[in-house]
């Protein structure tokens, strides 16, 4: 995959359809952001590709080094970062703010996938997941798979 001229990013060669995230990785997303609220909380997922689905095989929380915690999450990258594909996710945590990318989200993720967790209360009530491409961000589906189960159901959502 060719990196951006400008960005130092990597692009992926097609538009993911989805992600698909399992019930454990999400409960283990639900308990860090649960263990920093009210503080944003976020990291990575390390994914891997199949066909035109990205699907999250680990979670790499990254600790909050923001001046302000309770309305912005800012990491310093480390070792601990995975390769692409990866998603970059980060919380938030005030009701008053949109369950989608903020104009600061927009400007500041450097990565071509964020998903933004909607967790006002601790408890995460929406997941969406956006993809930076030429004419900016887009919104891409995000679904589980609980254990056993052969289909996939979309996350929660909220506008």
Excluded at 36 to 65: F, I, K, M, Q, W
Excluded at 67 to 93: G, K, L, M
Excluded at 103 to 111: F, L, S, T, Y
């Amino acid at each position: 995959m060719p990196a951006s001229p400008t960005s130092g990013t990597v692009l992926f060669a097609r538009t993911p359809g989805s992600l698909t995230i399992s019930d454990e990785l999400q409960d283990s997303i639900a308990a860090t952001i649960a263990a920093s609220h009210p503080h944003e909380a976020g990291g990575y997922l390390a994914c891997t590709r199949r066909d035109d689905r990205l699907h999250a095989t680990d979670h790499v929380p990254l600790e909050n080094v923001a001046a302000e915690p309770r309305r912005r999450f800012v990491a310093t990258p480390t070792d601990r970062v995975p390769s692409e594909p990866r998603v970059f996710y980060h919380s938030h945590t005030s009701p008053s703010t949109p369950s989608g990318l903020t104009g600061v989200d927009r400007r500041n993720i450097h990565d071509p996938l964020a998903l933004v967790v909607f967790a006002p209360h601790g408890e995460p009530y929406s997941y969406r997941l956006f993809q930076l491409g030429l004419f900016g961000w887009r919104e891409v589906p995000v679904t589980t798979v609980g254990e056993g189960e052969a289909e996939s159901e979309k996350l929660p959502r909220l506008v």
